[in-house]
């Protein structure tokens, strides 16, 4: 009797070792490609191909805008094996959807790596997602090109030679638009309503590096989290009103650009908004706040805003990149939109182009490398001021120019593109030239 | 009755083993240590570390399960736990050169010390009120990083030092053996937990608040002990998750996650610590199977990047209609219909695990 | 003084459509015990259903109805096919269930409409600009009126409903006596889809209120649904006024918290003031006496 | 504390361990019970008889602390227990079994008993989530009492069952060893012979006599037979005031009661239980 008891009460314990067999038995049904050898040659380069992948947010709360990065890459991926390749080889991009969140951005690089043995890992979106794979790709050799974030980090050659970054940091960015504010509006009260997390208060940064801190009459933000623009920003800009800014200065994604200009209009306030580049995506804004202004005055809300500008503004219709760009993207993304991320998705995937060319017929990861750090002025792309790459420093674009937004939503150059080659360095005046459209786009 | 004392010539001594849990779990832990190096040994560097996840993952899972299939509370906050553990350990790795063991120490005090704090106002709530609570608090964490940024770095993260396996060990291979190691501890600790008096104790409290009372437990603390045991294990998960991502930021623990969490413990089978398994390779393989599938798919691309999350919701809603216990009740039921027609190959499956002896709480009288 | 008016008008905005949100959870939880987390996707689905309307230029009222239609047709959809084969099975199964349509439903709607947000205009055009009263102008549009009244609207029709309708009265005796109902020759099971359609109806106006304010994508809803769970645990999930009530105190308490304290205190002080709250009124502000068994 | 034993040494015999002075409960504006006094000894049956609705229950709860008294006061053992929580109960020696059965239907019959036999654990959390020689010894003292108890009642083949697979008497049973397992000083029992057979409720009679040396034992009930079988004494509640204390043949004789009856005989009140 007391056995027949004891035995039903069987040691739980014996979970460790089926779970160890459910975990083995999972294991072995699911096909693995990992368990071949990596091969011996350049991984991802074949005579008549090249891998490259990605990580980046498709859907969820980041997604919005974001998703149109890579798709406008691959097209001009795709025009260019439509018209030969480079030195003959065909792009293959290969694009993991990581929802903005680290624990996917660790699988799905790790995976593209081992399993599908990329060239490089080109245009990965976010600061945190980066960030935990930036050593993993170092360690493994696999250049981390032309990141989509404008964290200062990505540019420590000595730790991490194989990270580039790609768009101007938020600091040389926030400078450059403090620097604007303080020479043109330095008598009035300014207030910031930013994003709080790294984009927003890096923006911050550099804003109070230029702008005296007296001058500063409010400070808002709003969480970058799935709830943080739940309840609108009205409370924020009603708090920037009551404090008399007559400037006001955003580091927000386009969608809280338009809420806040919603709010501030719904409140009859009308401060100068000086917008980041990443907020102040016309396109999108007017799309945004159209419905909004509806048999009024169109993009009305728009007139006057300021904002910084390192890529072409999209609504320059006669700008020659801008005309190749709607060509290409019309023809190889489907449904794509005419937006700043369309554009920057477009300079990317041009950039990547012009840095395998230059490579060479001979592909190798030193090779690609090599090409970025020596020849970053041949890298012909849509960019106002030059990608600084050398081997000191692997910043990405130097500077912007700062535009004003006109009552038609056209942009209009304000200050001519400016530079900073170091992160601490002075703001400089840029002098060059726009870079022409490269052989191999003109087919 | 006395099957077992008979069916082989060992059985005696081996029952008198089972009845020494210690001995028992440590000879059943090394068999399953040599299965796992096998097992991460025969597969790739990148298996291995969908493996850790995996680990991590079931961890997670099995504390939500003892707390929900044990003391019948719902908790949609996990995911904070988690958090805590994963920020806890992070800093001590950011900060002091330790053995491994001290920073995810660190981390699973922090989140059972989080978890006392939640359990106490939580003793007096019950179903959709706990969850909400649970809930505003995942919302709370999450925003905490960037509220102390000078701290936790905000939404960037803090940056974990991945310590370097000894020996040239494959930093991968040896985040899984970490992974498992800890998986199977906490398995075993738990089953230990469950099958104690304070499991029993547990579940009568699950069922029957006014019985366990009469019967001289205190529902509260067993209510509170609960949550600190279960927030534990998700702060043990936390941190081995900052050791496998290499870093702790806050996009790492969303609502999502605590949501999925919940998810993966229901199709698994609540209550039981093998439904976390199966909730777990359901959480890692079902995104990359729909990944790979779609990536084979030429048609737009807001059809196949949505289209992995869509499989994934699918996934949820069939199993909940055709297995309402999970994938281990679906397994068990099997199991039992196996038995009931003699076979050899019944004999040959061992008995599966029971944490709740009935995965359904009789249904609470409404007011 | 005037930060703390417009701080107030805008949380009593936002916070009707938490209340509108809270609605149709409480009134799911009533009937069928279940969270429904899958109501602010299907209120995503429906604002999408509006907007594909208005991009054919469809009259912005007709296509307000439409997307009020739409929420009762997917509320009644959704209990037959998902929630009826599912009633007396683990309790935590239906609610999983609602995860697991929630998450079906977002990617269906970025499946078909992509994730890029969009504008949608108030119905009628109804003006989006404050209001001046004397020489203040307040952060009070006519479209905040618009999202007050029809809150309102919907509180009173649904009140109506319970108490006056035999309609409303079968609904109640189901809620809490489905046997005793079911002996009464009401066919419980028809009163349960009625309910379900009125709850993501609720929902579905809530989603065209916001869509004006935050813009409309596939997780749009996300926040509204978590504010609005929030808003009805602290009315109380059993009481429908506990939903207006908890829904307007979130909204308040939220614009407060925003504009005094700043954004990041937003969520970690809701979190504290629902657990003050719930300490003292374990089952919200509006629960029911309840019996003691022993 | 020792004030108030020292007030009424003359009703608190040596013997007497609960004590229960003026108690007064009222739900709203219903009075539950009013002034309600009695007590009960080591070794003795104590029954609690009345109409329904006298609030015999309610005083069960009182002494378990699942209610609060408005006035009054209950000592056990010369100390008085204030605020009492119902799961402290135990710990002092004081079981209970609830109206019907109160089995926990996610455990199995012995591990119902265990539940009960939980007072006597001595070893703590941490041996057991680590699993520890102490704490299998732990569970095989529980598990060894447990079987004994369920033996005693002669509901030991039922051991490894779940309790709604069972006859209802015999969860009656099971529901009792777990009140007796931790071998409690006194035991207060709720309606122990409702829904049982005649030959049950013999056979429960007989065991209630048993019980007298090892413990007090307080009854609820409505079978007359069995109260008038088995009590020492019997307190009999009306509209929550006690209108009788007394041996069965005085309270059998109290007209006060048989007039609280409806008029009624006992006897036919007693078939209708």
Known sequence: MKDSIRSRGRPLAAAAVLSAAALASALLVIPSSGASLRPARTPGVTAHRIVLGTTTPLTGPAAPGYDEIAPAANAVFSYINAHGGVHGRKITYLIKNDQYDPTLTVQYTQQLVENDHIFADVGGLGTPTQTSVQSFLNKHHV????????????????????????????????????????????????????????????????????????????????????????????????????????????????????????????????????????????????????????????????????????????????????????????????????????????????????????????????????????????????????????????????????????????????????????????????????????????? | MSLIEHRLPGAKSLERLRSQPLVWHLLLGVLA???????????????????????????????????????????????????????????????????????????????????????????????????????????????????????????????????????????????AWISLLAAILTMVVLANFMKSRFGRALKAVRDDDIAAQAAGLNPNRMRVLAFAVSAAAAGLAGGLEALWGGIVSPNSFSLFLSIQLLAGMVIGGAGTLIGAWWGALALVYVPQWTNSITSHLSSASTVTANLQNAVFGVLIIVIMMAAPSGIQGWLRAGYRRLRRRPSSLASALSPPLDLSSTSTPPERTSP | MTLFIDLTLNGLSYGAIYAAVALGLVLIWRATRVINFAQGALATLTTYVAASLLDRSINSWVAFAAALVAGLVFGAVTERVFMRPLYGKPELNPVVVTIGLLILVESVAGAIWGSTDRGIAPPGGVSQSGIILGHTYLDFSAFDIFILGSVIVLMVLMLVLFRWTSLGLKMRASAFAPEVARLLGVRVGRILTVGWALATLAGALAGMLVAPLVFLSPNMMDPMLVYGFAAAVLGGLDSPVGALVGGILSGLGISYIGGYLGSSMETVGAALLLIAVLSIRPEGLFAAAKARRV | MAQASEQSPAVAGPNTSLEVEGVTVSFGGLTALDNVSFRASDGEVVGVIGPNGAGKTTLFNVICGFVRPAAGRISWRGRELRHQRPHQLAHLGITRTLQGVGLIAGLSALENVMVGAQPLARTGSASALLGLPSSAKEERRLRASALEALARLGVAAYAGEHPSSLPYPIQKKIALARALVSGPALTLMDEPASGLSSSDIAELGELLRGLRSEMGVLIVEHNMDLVMATCDRIVVLDFGRVIATGTPAEVRANPVVTEAYLGAPVEAEASDA
């Open chain 2, 33 to 175: 240590a040599a299965v796992l190096y096998l097992l991460t040994s025969s597969v790739s560097f990148y298996d291995n570390t969908i493996i850790a996840e995996i680990a991590w993952y079931a961890i997670a899972i099995a504390g939500l399960s003892v707390l929900t299939g044990g003391s019948g509370q719902i908790s949609l906050g996990h995911g904070a736990f988690m958090a805590v553990g994963a920020y806890g350990a992070g800093l001590m790795m950011e900060h002091f050169r330790l053995p491994l063991v001290v920073p995810i120490l660190v981390g699973i005090a922090a989140a059972a010390l989080l978890g006392t704090v939640v359990g106490l106002p939580a003793t007096r709530l019950r179903g959709p009120y706990l969850a909400g609570v649970t809930l505003a608090l995942a919302l709370a964490v999450q925003d905490l990083p960037t509220k102390f940024s000078s701290l936790f770095n905000g939404d960037s993260g803090i940056i974990v030092n991945q310590a370097t396996p000894p020996g040239g060990v494959n930093p991968q291979r040896w985040l």
């Open chain 1, 143 to 443: 250049p981390q090109v032309f990141v989509e974030s404008g964290c200062a980090c990505w540019s420590q050659p000595k730790k991490f030679p194989y990270t580039f970054g790609w768009q101007p940091n938020y600091i040389v960015e926030g400078k450059i638009l403090g620097a604007y504010i303080k020479s043109h509006f330095g008598r009035k009260r300014i207030g910031y309503l930013y994003q709080d997390d790294e984009f927003g208060q890096d923006g911050v940064k550099g804003l109070n590096r230029e702008i005296p801190h007296r001058r500063v009459v409010g400070e808002q933000n709003y969480q970058g989290t799935v709830q943080g623009l739940g309840a609108g920003l009205g409370s924020q800009v009603s708090a920037l009103q009551s404090a008399g800014a007559q400037v006001v200065a955003l580091y927000t994604i386009p969608a809280a650009t338009a809420l806040a200009l919603l709010a501030a209009a719904q409140l009859n306030y009308h401060p100068i908004w000086v917008v980041s580049s990443v907020g102040a995506d016309p396109p999108t804004l007017a799309g945004l706040l159209g419905a909004f202004s509806k048999g009024k005055a169109g993009a009305s809300l728009l007139n006057g805003m300021i904002t910084n500008a390192y890529l072409p503004p999209e609504t320059a219709g006669t700008n020659p990149w801008n005309r190749l760009a709607k060509a290409i993207l019309k023809r190889y993304d489907k449904g794509f939109h005419w937006d700043g991320n369309s554009e920057y998705g477009f300079a990317l995937g041009v950039t990547t182009v012009e840095a395998l060319e230059q490579a060479g017929r001979n592909l190798t990861v030193k090779s690609f490398l090599n090409a970025l750090e020596t020849h970053a002025k041949a890298l012909s792309n849509p960019g106002l001021v030059p990608l600084i790459y050398s081997r000191s420093d692997h910043y990405g674009f130097s500077g912007s120019e700062v535009v004003k937004i006109t009552h038609d939503g056209r942009a209009i150059s304000v200050l001519t593109p400016r530079e900073i080659t170091t992160l601490r360095g002075p703001i400089t005046v840029y002098r060059g030239k726009p870079d022409s459209i490269p052989a191999q786009f003109r087919k």
